[in-house]
């Protein structure tokens, strides 16, 4: 099978979600979805049986709460998504005495335990302040985007063509034909370039978005 598939027809776009309707979680799974090698995962979790094996390929796409699944990306709404996608932060309740465990701590992670019988905003200026110490001390920028959502249907669309073989001389003339040929190449090289990123790296920094 050839990878990426497009999950959608680009030229039709009545056929991409409204981001201002999609939470961050379902924004994040458009671009997840398209990537070549999720889709290729996927593919061979189905025939997988091991639990061991099947957390592996779940703890490399789905940071969240384990859940020995991979989502079809045929799926639109995969039910349980967003746990499986947020990462950060994570809530956990001890009720009464007792130890909880979170089985899966990630590249920058932290963990920072609350008592409901002291007043919060004493207990989260002093969280704020830790937090920003252990960023010192482990030399870690943040990784801030301000991806705006509501070309992100472009983006998708940039995808699913690609995935169908399109010239960036075609997507031009097609997204871009009001423009001159030099401006329309050079703006769908970059719009290229921002979908990409999206669909293989960055997806996890929306999922969050309320």
Known sequence: MKYPYPIKDFTKPKQYPD???????????????RNPKYQEDFDKFKKLKSPSSKRKFQEKWL??????????????QPRGLKLALIHAPRFNVIKGKGTVNI??????????????????????????KFLER?????????????????????YCRILDAKAENKTNELLAKFF?????????????????????????????FIADIP
């Open 63 to 76: 940071p969240g709460i384990p859940t020995l699944t991979l989502f079809d990306p045929k799926d639109n």
């Open 19 to 33: 981001p201002d309707k999609r939470s961050g979680a379902l924004l994040a799974w458009e671009f997840l979805r």
């Open 176 to 204: 871009y034909g009001d423009r001159t040929k030099g401006d329309a190449f050079e703006k769908i090289k970059q719009e290229i370039k921002v979908a990409y990123r999206l669909r293989d790296l960055d997806y996890i």
């Open 134 to 154: 252990e960023r010192k001390e482990q030399k870690i920028k943040p990784i801030e985007k301000n991806y705006q959502r509501h070309i992100f249907p472009l």
């Open 103 to 128: 089985e899966s701590l990630y590249g920058g992670g932290v963990f920072v335990t609350f008592n409901l019988n002291i007043p919060i905003k004493r207990q989260l200026d002093k969280t704020r």
